[in-house]
T-cell receptor, first 114, second 115 residues
Framework: KAGVTQTPRYLIKTRGQQVTLSCSPISGHRSVSWYQQTPGQGLQFLFEYFSETQRNKGNFPGRFSGRQFSNSRSEMNVSTLELGDSALYLC?????????????FGPGTRLLVL | ELKVEQNPLFLSMQEGKNYTIYCNYSTTSDRLYWYRQDPGKSLESLFVLLSNGAVKQEGRLMASLDTKARLSTLHITAAVHDLSATYFCAVVKEVALEYGNKLVFGAGTILRVKS
């Protein structure tokens, strides 16, 4: 089985721009979760999508949003980028909800905001 | 608010030695994950512990969960250099059935195994 894929792998943006990141889960997995990893804040949960519905959201501003398509692929959007949004963004997929089974992580998208 | 504390945050150990990483959390949860991350890489799932008293082993690593003590341990037996990585625990925070769960991560333990 192919693993979780994320595109793009690297991205450089400037403050005020917006960005869209993509995640393709393992075939058959219905849950996709997004995480932000920074040296200062560590790993933080952004949100989870399951069957095209957002099930839960972490403590992030509304500039962070996402969606999931009928084929379970997910996108994450960050609008009005700030310097502090520079991070590694990871997505993970699992067959069912977060907290029920193993999550498989993608390689991440490294975002640099200048 | 659920807080997850790992200790130690940095661990330097000799090959062949045993050691334990601790993961304490502040509110009730009965599910917990352990992950490994190599430098510049993504997270690799090691263990999923889904009930009190759960114990799982894979090679030189063994993880356990005590939900009453709100504690999970990751025990390393006879460490080898290949185990050098950062290890994270993540506790499942249940919000409500219809709203799903969140994962709250510990800060990570950097493990260096010296030969």
């Amino acid at each position: 089985k192919a693993g979780v894929t994320q595109t793009p792998r690297y991205l450089i943006k400037t403050r005020g721009q917006q960005v869209t990141l993509s995640c393709s889960p393992i075939s058959g997995h219905r849950s996709v979760s997004w995480y932000q990893q920074t040296p200062g804040q560590g790993l933080q949960f952004l949100f989870e999508y399951f069957s095209e519905t957002q099930r839960n959201k972490g403590n992030f501003p509304g500039r962070f949003s996402g969606r999931q398509f009928s084929n379970s692929r997910s996108e994450m959007n960050v609008s009005t980028l700030e310097l502090g949004d520079s991070a590694l963004y990871l997505c993970a997929s699992s067959p069912f909800w977060v907290g029920t089974e193993t999550q498989y992580f993608g390689p991440g998208t490294r975002l640099l905001v200048l | 608010e659920l807080k997850v504390e790992q200790n130690p945050l940095f661990l330097s150990m000799q090959e062949g030695k045993n050691y334990t990483i601790y993961c304490n959390y502040s509110t009730t949860s009965d599910r917990l994950y352990w992950y490994r991350q190599d430098p510049g890489k993504s997270l690799e799932s090691l263990f999923v512990l889904l009930s009190n008293g759960a114990v799982k082993q894979e090679g030189r690593l063994m993880a356990s969960l005590d939900t009453k003590a709100r504690l999970s341990t990751l025990h390393i037996t006879a460490a080898v250099h290949d185990l050098s990585a950062t290890y994270f625990c993540a506790v499942v925070k249940e919000v409500a059935l219809e709203y799903g769960n969140k994962l709250v991560f510990g800060a990570g333990t950097i493990l260096r195994v010296k030969s």
